[in-house]
């Protein structure tokens, strides 16, 4: 009987352990799975915070871009104005000059009528006319050639510093 009676106990004890390692088993894993989740949610956590950064970061990137492009815009266009103040001055001094060549024209043609006397044997080119056209007519090309060149040279100096700026 007693080799029965300590067979039960020891299958009963054998059992209680049994079912003690197990629960002292599953308490660690229950603490292992418990830091598990917590480092993933560490890990999420960083990773959100990664990601508002990289779009804060980059939204900032835009806006520093677009208020550089928007300042070299500004200058460009205060550039652009510059030159229409310019023109319009070169203008104004153009037409003071071809006044003033209009005028010489006409002496010219008195004094050339006066000299000559108007005879059939001279002939019709008035040198002072000839050269003031030439002279009108290459003011006017070199104003034209001036002007598109400020233009460009405007535009291809604001876009230079645009690129530069990004």
């Known amino acids: 009987m007693l080799g029965r009676t300590q067979l039960i106990v020891g299958a009963v004890l054998l059992a209680v352990g049994l079912a003690l390692g ?71 001094t153009a037409g003071r000059l071809r006044a003033e060549l209009d005028t010489l024209r006409r002496r010219g043609a008195a004094c050339s009528a006066a000299v000559t006397g108007g005879g059939a044997d001279q002939p019709g080119t008035d040198p002072i006319g000839l050269l003031i056209d030439v002279l009108t007519g290459m003011e006017s090309a070199g104003r034209e050639v001036a002007e598109y060149a400020d233009g460009l040279k405007i535009a291809g100096t604001a876009c230079e510093r645009i690129y530069d700026a990004q």
Do not use: F, I
Not at 28 to 35: I, S, T
Not at 45 to 64: D, H, K
């Open 22 to 92: 197990w629960t002292v088993n599953g308490w660690r894993m229950d603490a292992k799975l418990a830091r598990a989740e917590s480092q993933h949610a560490q890990v999420l956590e960083q990773l959100a915070q990664g990601a508002v950064a990289s779009a804060q970061a980059a939204r900032a990137e835009e806006a520093r871009r677009t208020a550089a492009v928007e300042e070299q815009r500004d200058t460009a266009q205060q550039q652009a104005q510059a030159l229409e103040v310019d023109v319009a001055a070169a203008a104004d």
